[in-house]
C-alpha cells in the first residue's frame, strides 16, 4: 500500500470489497452492475490476452472509446501487462488519431463503437496499426479479419501468459510509464504527456490527505476517460471503492442524474453554467408568485453562504428563513442533481462567480480546482471547509506553487510530468532545470494562501490601443446567460472587443414565439433588429463589471455552433482561436468595418 502502485491498490480494493457494486452501465435503458470480482477478473483476462497476443513491456496501447467498463478493464489490463496506455479522443478526426497512433507507435487499438471502428479501419489499411479490439458487440466487424470482439480478444491468455503475466508484475517498476496524454493545443500539434506510476502514486497520496471518499460514493463518470481529469478521478475512486457509474454520451447527464443519484461527479464549468441559464428561464417564465419565492429563496441562501464566507455564526432567523428555503426551492433543484451531492468536483476552465454562488447557497458543493494534465490533474482545490470564492482552492498537500515573470504559475511535485514524448524541446520550454512547471498560466496566490488563477497568458490579446483583454475573463461574463450558448471574443490587434455569438436557440426560439416574430430560418432569426436589440441590451447589462476596455462593442450572431468536426474548439472545449477566426474572417471584418 505504502507505493500507491495503481495495478496493486486496484487488487488490493479487490480483495477488500469482493462481491460489492463497483461498477454500474446502461444497457437497453436498464442499469447493470458489475463487482469487485468480476473487474479483478476482466483485468485480468485483458492482460493475459495482450501477451498472449505478443505485446512487450513497455508497448503502447491505444484506446479510442467513449466511456464504458471495458475502457478501465483495458486501461488497468494494459498497465498489468506493463504496457503504456494512450487514450485517443472518442470525437477525434481521422487526422487527430492517425497523428497519435504514428507518434506514439500504437500496434493494437481499442475502439468503442461504430464511429471509431470506422476509422480505425482505414488506420489499420494503411498499415498504421496492426490490430482492433473492439469494445461494443454491436458493432460489425464483418468485413475486417484483424479486428476482434472484447469479450473474444480475453478468451484468448493461456497458461503460458498467465505465467508471463506473473513475472511481470514482479518486474514493475514505479518509473514504468502509465500513460502517454496528448493534449489537444489550441495551437500546433498535440504533445505527448508522459505520466509515470510515481506520478499516479502521488496525485492518489495527495487527493487522499484532501479529500473524503469511501465504499458509499457513487461517481458519475460522464467526462472523457481520454482526459487526465476524469481518468485520474476513477482512478482514485475506484481506489478508495466508491461506484463508478459509466455514462456513454455526455450530453444525457440530465437525463440519467436523477437516476444514478450520484454523491461525486467531475464536470467543466459549462454543465452549470447552462443549468443555471436554464433554471433562470423557467423561473423568468413561471407565475409571478413562484418568481418571488425564487427570487426570495436566493437571497436567503446567499445571505447564508456570506455569513460562512466572512466565518459568521448563522442566526436562528437566518437558519429558519433557510430551512423554508430550502423546502420550498433549494431541496427541489438538488432534487434535479439526484439529490446525494456531497460535493461535485469542477475544472478546467474559469466558473462564473454568480453561477458559483448560486450553487452553494442552494446547498451544492461545487469543489473548483485547477489542475493541467501536466500536473497529472489537480494543482489546487477547494478544502471541505473554509474555501474562498474567488479563488481556485489551496495547492494540494506537497505541491509547491511559485510566481515566475509575468505572473505565472509555476508549480513543482511529484506529481509534475517526466516531459513531453519525443519532444525534448519542448519538454525544457516548459519545465525549468531545478523541476519547475511553467503552466502558462497567470495568477498569484492571496494572504490566506489560496491561488487565484486570472488568465491564460497565451491567450491575452492586446488591442491596437495597447491594452490587454483576458478573452476569457470576458466570456465567463456574458457566456453565463441563458441566451447564449456559446461565445468567442477577437481584440488582437483591434482597436476594439468583439465577439461571436452562438445564441441558445432553443431559448431564444422561445422568446421569438412569445414575441409572435415571423422567420423562416435562423439566420433570418439571428438577424432580426428586435432580437438584435435583445441581445445588445443584455450585453451592457452582463458587462458592468468590465472595464470599458474590455467590454464587447460589437457582436454577431452565428447560426452554426463551434464544433471539435470542424477543429474549431479542443476535445476539453476550450476554443481554437485562430481556426475560429480564419473562418469567421468575412463577419469578423465586418464588425470592424466603418458604421454608415
Avoid at 27 to 34: A, K, L, P, Y
Avoid at 313 to 321: C, D, F, I, T, Y
Avoid at 388 to 402: C, D, Q, S, Y
Avoid at 432 to 455: K, M, S
Wanted: glycine share 8%; with cysteine; proline share 3%.
Amino acid at each position: 500500500m505504502t507505493s500507491y502502485h495503481l495495478v496493486e491498490l486496484l487488487r488490493e480494493r479487490i480483495s477488500q470489497s469482493g462481491d460489492s457494486e463497483a461498477m454500474r452501465f446502461e444497457q437497453n435503458g436498464s442499469w447493470q452492475s458489475i463487482n469487485w470480482n468480476q473487474v479483478g477478473e476482466q483485468v485480468q483476462l485483458f492482460a493475459k490476452a495482450l501477451i498472449h497476443a505478443g505485446h512487450f513491456e513497455g508497448d503502447k496501447v491505444g484506446i479510442f472509446s467513449r466511456n464504458m467498463p471495458e475502457w478501465t478493464f483495458a486501461d488497468y489490463g494494459i498497465l498489468a501487462a506493463r504496457g503504456v496506455v494512450v487514450p485517443v479522443y472518442p470525437t477525434n478526426t481521422l487526422e487527430q488519431a492517425r497523428y497519435i497512433v504514428r507518434d506514439a507507435g500504437i500496434h493494437i487499438l481499442c475502439v468503442g463503437e461504430q464511429e471509431q471502428y470506422e476509422l480505425a479501419k482505414t488506420l489499420l489499411a494503411q498499415g498504421e496499426i496492426s490490430r482492433i479490439v473492439v469494445f461494443d458487440a454491436g458493432v460489425d466487424i464483418s468485413d475486417c479479419r484483424s479486428s476482434v470482439y472484447y469479450h473474444d480478444f480475453t478468451a484468448t491468455g493461456d497458461e503460458a501468459s498467465a505465467t508471463e503475466l506473473q513475472a511481470r508484475r514482479e518486474r514493475c517498476q514505479m518509473t514504468d510509464l502509465v500513460t502517454l496524454i496528448y493534449t489537444s493545443g489550441t495551437t500546433g500539434d498535440p504533445k505527448g504527456v508522459m505520466l509515470d506510476f510515481n506520478n499516479f502514486a502521488a496525485a492518489m497520496k495527495l487527493h487522499d490527505e484532501r479529500i473524503e471518499l469511501n465504499e458509499n460514493d457513487v461517481s458519475l463518470c460522464m467526462l472523457p476517460l481520454s482526459h487526465v481529469y476524469e481518468r485520474g478521478w476513477t482512478f482514485f475512486a475506484l481506489f478508495r471503492g466508491a461506484t463508478n457509474v459509466y455514462l456513454r454520451d455526455p450530453s444525457r447527464v440530465m437525463d440519467v442524474i436523477e437516476q444514478v443519484k450520484p454523491s461525486v461527479m467531475c464536470a467543466v464549468p459549462r454543465l452549470y453554467e447552462k443549468a443555471y441559464a436554464m433554471i433562470h428561464s423557467r423561473v423568468s417564465q413561471a407565475p409571478k408568485i413562484r418568481q418571488l419565492i425564487f427570487k426570495w429563496a436566493s437571497k436567503v441562501g446567499l445571505e447564508r453562504l456570506q455569513q460562512q464566507q466572512d466565518g459568521q455564526q448563522e442566526s436562528w432567523l437566518l437558519a429558519q428563513k433557510y430551512k423554508l428555503a430550502d423546502k420550498l426551492v433549494f431541496a427541489k433543484l438538488r432534487g434535479r442533481f439526484g439529490g446525494n451531492c456531497r460535493f461535485f468536483p469542477v475544472g478546467g476552465a474559469g466558473l462564473d462567480q454568480d453561477v458559483h454562488r448560486f450553487f452553494l447557497a442552494a446547498g451544492m458543493h461545487l469543489k473548483l480546482g485547477y489542475g493541467m494534465t501536466e500536473t497529472t490533474a489537480t494543482v489546487s482545490c477547494f478544502k471541505d471547509q473554509g474555501y474562498r470564492l474567488g479563488t481556485v482552492g489551496t495547492p494540494m498537500p506537497g505541491v509547491e506553487v511559485k510566481l515566475g515573470p509575468d505572473n505565472e504559475i509555476w508549480v513543482k511535485g511529484d506529481t509534475v510530468m517526466r516531459g513531453y514524448y519525443n519532444k525534448p524541446e519542448a519538454t525544457a520550454e516548459t519545465i525549468t532545470t531545478d523541476g519547475w512547471l511553467r503552466t502558462g498560466d497567470a495568477g498569484y496566490v492571496n494572504e490566506q494562501g489560496d491561488l487565484v488563477f486570472t488568465e491564460r497568458l497565451k491567450e491575452l490579446m492586446k488591442t491596437s490601443n495597447g491594452k490587454y483583454v483576458a478573452p476569457q475573463l470576458v466570456e465567463n461574463t456574458i457566456g453565463k446567460d441563458r441566451f447564449i450558448e456559446q461565445i468567442a471574443v477577437v481584440a488582437d490587434a483591434r482597436n476594439f472587443v468583439s465577439a461571436l455569438i452562438v445564441p441558445c436557440f432553443e431559448t431564444l426560439e422561445e422568446y421569438a414565439k412569445a414575441l409572435n416574430l415571423a422567420y423562416q430560418e435562423r439566420m433570418e432569426l439571428v438577424r432580426h433588429p428586435q432580437i438584435m436589440a435583445m441581445f445588445q441590451e443584455r450585453l451592457e447589462s452582463l458587462q458592468q463589471s468590465l472595464a470599458r476596455y474590455e467590454q464587447v462593442k460589437r457582436f454577431t450572431l452565428l447560426t452554426t455552433p463551434f464544433s471539435m468536426e470542424l477543429g474549431e474548439i479542443t476535445p476539453t472545449l476550450k476554443l481554437r482561436r485562430k481556426v475560429i477566426e480564419s473562418k469567421y474572417q468575412q463577419e469578423i471584418d465586418a464588425m470592424y468595418a466603418p458604421a454608415h
